[in-house]
């Protein structure tokens, strides 16, 4: 099956989700030009709609407020016609959004090891308000591991740990035409 052919049989937006490192949006980006979909990011749908920046909205309006925000925002992207969507590291934690999401999405969970998500985290400028003046190996240790067995509940899993980028949107592409190719023969769903 070619990009062009698994694209063709993606009926629903494809969810990426992860930790803050993983790679949704520098991956999502690139799977959506292979697979000649729209790319949307909701941390930057987000922004737009609250016209300020996510560390903003935290500082002003505290985290429960974002999660409000993030839950409407994400709501109304899961009912654009099928494309790729990044979710923020705690989008699919909340209750409600996960529930949509099963509902309407196929989700992947994009698996990295602690280790290189604190490399890839400390190699960039620190906007994330859930690291700001924190440890950030405990800080990300910790959100793993209760994140985790969430994350796991996800439709499929890959790992994009190491290598490179068109490594990575490869293995992805490599997941989304197996699931395919089994959905055409056992006629499971995209989702499962
Ligand atoms: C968050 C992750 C961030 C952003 C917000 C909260 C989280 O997105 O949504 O800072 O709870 O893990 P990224 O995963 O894109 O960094």
Redesign the pocket.
């Known amino acids: 099956m070619t990009p062009a052919e698994l694209a063709a049989k993606i009926d629903k937006p494809i969810v990426l989700l992860g930790m803050?490192g993983a790679g949704?949006?520098a991956l999502g980006v690139r799977l959506a030009e292979a697979l000649g979909l729209h790319f949307a990011d909701a941390?930057a749908e987000i922004e737009k709609a609250a016209q300020m920046s996510?560390a903003e909205i935290f500082e002003k309006h505290g985290e429960a407020a974002f999660r409000d925000g993030e839950r409407r925002v994400i709501k109304r992207l899961l009912d654009a016609p099928p494309h790729i969507l990044a979710l923020?590291?705690?989008a699919f934690i909340d209750d409600e959004t996960r529930a949509l999401v099963r509902e309407k999405a196929v989700s992947v969970w994009l698996d990295v090891g602690l280790d290189e998500l604190v490399a890839r985290v400390e190699r960039k400028p620190n906007k994330?308000?859930?690291l700001i003046g924190q440890d950030v190996r405990a800080k990300l240790e910790a959100?793993l591991a209760t994140r985790g067995p969430i994350y796991a509940t996800a439709d499929l899993r890959v790992d994009v740990g190491g290598g490179s980028h068109e490594e990575a949107v490869a293995r992805l592409i490599e997941t989304l035409t197996a699931r395919a190719a089994a959905v055409i023969d056992k006629t499971e769903p995209l989702d499962k």
């Open positions: 803050m949704k949006s941390d996510i923020g590291g705690g994330r308000p859930l959100l």
